[in-house]
T-cell receptor, first 116, second 114 residues
Framework: DTGVSQDPRHKITKRGQNVTFRCDPI?????LYWYRQTLGQGPEFLTY????????KSRLLSDRFSAERPKGSFSTLEIQRTEQGDSAMYLC??????????????FGPGTRLTVL | AQSVSQHNHHVILSEAASLELGCNYS??????LFWYVQYPGQHLQLLLK??????LVKGIKGFEAEFIKSKFSFNLRKPSVQWSDTAEYFC????????????FGKGTRLSVIA
């Protein structure tokens, strides 16, 4: 499978614990995006990377959230001191980002986080 | 700030019925428009996209969408739905000034009954 992959697919944690999710983009895709989707809503943007540089962070991304893409390939999203309101599906998407005028984002299967 | 409105939360149709899902966006500049579909248990997949040119775009599985700039709309259509079209459909907009993040609508759940 050469699509976007995410790990784990499901995570159940207790409030106050830290969690980390991983995203592997499509090979040679320079841009990587993180979105969050809650029940009954569409995906909401969290942050994105051009290669290893984090270009933009949404105001949804509180100080407890941090994302990295150290070598411009896979990315991790860490949530510290989880709260019940963090329960959601965390989606990763990637796109070519090669300077073309238009880019299409391809999504992974998501990581479903449940905070008890 | 951009926003996307999808008028129908849940649509129920019989097989062979025609489908039209509404999508309106608010943004004064030039935009790129997308429809994504999420089948039960699967990830978001691109259905079709509009960047420029012919405002009537055709996507996979017989879907099409029409961009009407004056109405800020990008409605999704299919002349005859199948049971396998049961899914959630999301409209999304991106500023054409750069590869900015997508802004999604809340989605429309389509249930097709036999």
């Amino acid at each position: 499978d050469t699509g976007v992959s995410q790990d784990p697919r499901h995570k159940i944690t207790k409030r106050g614990q830290n969690v980390t999710f991983r995203c592997d983009p499509i090979s040679e895709h320079n841009r990587l995006y993180w979105y969050r989707q809650t029940l009954g809503q569409g995906p909401e943007f969290l942050t994105y990377f051009q290669n290893e540089a984090q270009l933009e962070k949404s105001r949804l991304l509180s100080d407890r959230f941090s994302a990295e893409r150290p070598k411009g390939s896979f990315s991790t999203l860490e949530i510290q001191r989880t709260e019940q309101g963090d329960s959601a599906m965390y989606l990763c998407a990637s796109s070519l980002g090669d300077g073309r005028a238009i880019d299409t984002q391809y999504f992974g299967p998501g990581t479903r986080l449940t905070v008890l | 700030a951009q926003s996307v409105s999808q008028h129908n939360h849940h649509v129920i149709l019989s097989e062979a019925a025609s489908l039209e899902l509404g999508c309106n966006y608010s943004y004064g500049g030039t935009v790129n428009l997308f429809w994504y579909v999420q089948y039960p248990g699967q990830h978001l997949q691109l259905l079709l996209k509009y960047f420029s040119g012919d405002p009537l775009v055709k996507g996979i599985k017989g879907f099409e969408a029409e961009f009407i700039k004056s109405k800020f709309s990008f409605n999704l259509r299919k002349p005859s739905v199948q049971w396998s079209d049961t899914a959630e459909y999301f409209c999304a907009v991106m500023q054409s000034s750069g590869n900015t993040p997508l802004v999604f609508g809340k989605g429309t759940r389509l249930s097709v009954i036999a």
